[in-house]
T-cell receptor, first 113, second 110 residues
Framework: AAGVIQSPRHLIKEKRETATLKCYPI?????VYWYQQGPGQDPQFLIS???????DKGSIPDRFSAQQFSDYHSELNMSSLELGDSALYFC????????????FGPGTRLLVL | DAKTTQPPSMDCAEGRAANLPCNHS???????VYWYRQIHSQGPQYIIH???NNETNEMASLIITEDRKSSTLILPHATLRDTAVYYC???????????FGAGTTVTVRA
């Protein structure tokens, strides 16, 4: 079965640079979620989108923005990167505006030097 | 504030059943119990979820107490590949996010 696709899988950036992470949900899924997992920490919810509209927001820094496109894929844009942004970033998707089970992608490992 | 409480770690012998407890004493009537696991920095993997009835799928069984204040995830025949961090999460259907707390690190030993 098709799964959530994330790209790139690994990314290395310098401080103050910008990064864009992409997420392609499971076909027919209309809701995407972004989570951040710092070293030794548990995943933390950042933001979610349903039918291209923001549906919920967690502790996402103002330097980060995200959107969902008409084909339901989503992008997380991160500007003015800081060392503390080094983390795993997971995208998940679900059907029916969040009422159904979330399935996670393999993640993007971001390293900020 | 944490909605669930899990033991920080547990060991299990390969081939034996693994019983993972979770306390969620403040669960509301519209909240489901979800279980996910994360194998060494991979994306969290959905295992099972339930509202009040016991549930079983190809991966595991979920036993929820009658008062819904606790539950147990059962891996019937643990293998080395089941070594992972297991998260018990309480979530309402209209709550978009999953709130991961401190899960249980399960180590399956040969």
């Amino acid at each position: 079965a098709a799964g959530v696709i994330q790209s790139p899988r690994h990314l290395i950036k310098e401080k103050r640079e910008t990064a864009t992470l992409k997420c392609y949900p499971i076909p027919r899924h209309d809701t995407v979620y972004w989570y951040q997992q710092g070293p030794g920490q548990d995943p933390q919810f950042l933001i979610s989108f349903y039918e291209k509209m923001q549906s919920d927001k967690g502790s996402i820094p103002d330097r980060f923005s995200a959107q969902q496109f008409s084909d339901y894929h989503s992008e997380l844009n991160m500007s003015s990167l800081e060392l503390g942004d080094s983390a795993l970033y997971f995208c998940a998707s679900s059907l029916v505006g969040g009422r159904e089970t979330q399935y996670f992608g393999p993640g993007t490992r971001l390293l900020v030097l | 504030d944490a909605k669930t409480t899990q033991p920080p770690s547990m060991d299990c012998a390969e081939g034996r059943a693994a019983n993972l407890p979770c306390n969620h004493s403040t669960i509301s009537g519209n909240e489901y119990v979800y279980w996910y696991r994360q194998i060494h920095s991979q994306g969290p993997q959905y295992i099972i979820h339930g509202l009040k009835n016991n549930e079983t799928n190809e991966m595991a069984s979920l036993i929820i107490t009658e008062d819904r204040k606790s539950s147990t995830l059962i891996l019937p025949h643990a293998t080395l590949r089941d070594t992972a961090v297991y998260y018990c999460i309480v979530r309402a259907l209209n709550d978009y996010k999953l709130s991961f707390g401190a899960g249980t690190t399960v180590t399956v030993r040969a």
